[in-house]
């Protein structure tokens, strides 16, 4: 004990003699902490799509708004041919293209499986595959939500169909949001390079 407070003395002394020496350990540390910690964010949101709404009908928009409502995709443009997707992911104005072809409302009324195509800008791999997984997850969403109406109709409101129901609980970050694993990463890191 007697030789760290030793080296705290020594410490103490050395900020003395050089008055310099204080931002250097002080707010250099805090500005790297704050940059680093808030300013590199690896959340994925708002990822820029484009819309191919060929079918205009009621299932289609509710479907589109699902993926609009999630707070994942932020449509930029919304477009009538297939031909138009091209400019958006080649320029960089959209990273994500959603086409419902035609006869899709017809399809879900119907009661058969409706296909949706789902375009990646692939040249971003990490963030096409967080977005290929949210839409994933969003469509899922969509045609559960069909499957349990179409089930209370056919056999009324007290019969439900036996589901799978996967309760997820995040620990220690619930909101999955990098800051939360950043600043502490960046504060190990500051305080390691600040003792060398």
Do not use: H
């Not at 820029?48 to 009908?57: E, F, G, L, N, T």
């Not at 017809?106 to 977005?131: H, L």
Request: with cysteine; net charge positive; charged share 20%.
């Amino acid at each position: 004990m007697k030789a760290i407070l030793s080296i705290i003395r020594k410490e103490f002394l050395q900020l003395r003699r050089d008055p310099r020496l204080l931002p250097v350990i002080f707010i250099s540390p805090m500005l790297q902490l704050l940059l680093l910690g808030y300013a590199a964010n690896l959340d994925v949101r708002s990822i820029p799509a484009v819309v191919c709404d060929m079918d205009r009908s009621a299932a289609s928009r509710d479907f589109i708004d699902g993926f609009v409502n999630s707070g994942y995709f932020s449509v930029r443009a919304r477009i009538e041919r297939m031909a138009e997707i091209d400019p958006f992911l080649d320029n960089g104005r959209a990273s994500m293209a959603f086409v419902v072809p035609r006869g899709f409302g017809d399809k879900m009324s119907g009661g058969r499986t409706a296909s949706v195509m789902i375009i990646a800008d692939g040249s971003e791999s990490q963030s096409a595959t967080i977005g290929v997984n949210y839409a994933t997850m969003i469509a899922g969403r969509y045609s559960q939500r069909i499957i349990l109406d179409r089930f209370e109709r056919a056999k009324g409101p007290g019969v439900k169909p036996v589901l799978v129901d996967a309760e997820v609980r995040v620990w220690y970050n619930p909101e999955l949001r990098s800051r939360n694993f950043m600043v502490p990463g960046v504060l190990g890191l500051i305080l390691m390079i600040m003792t060398i």
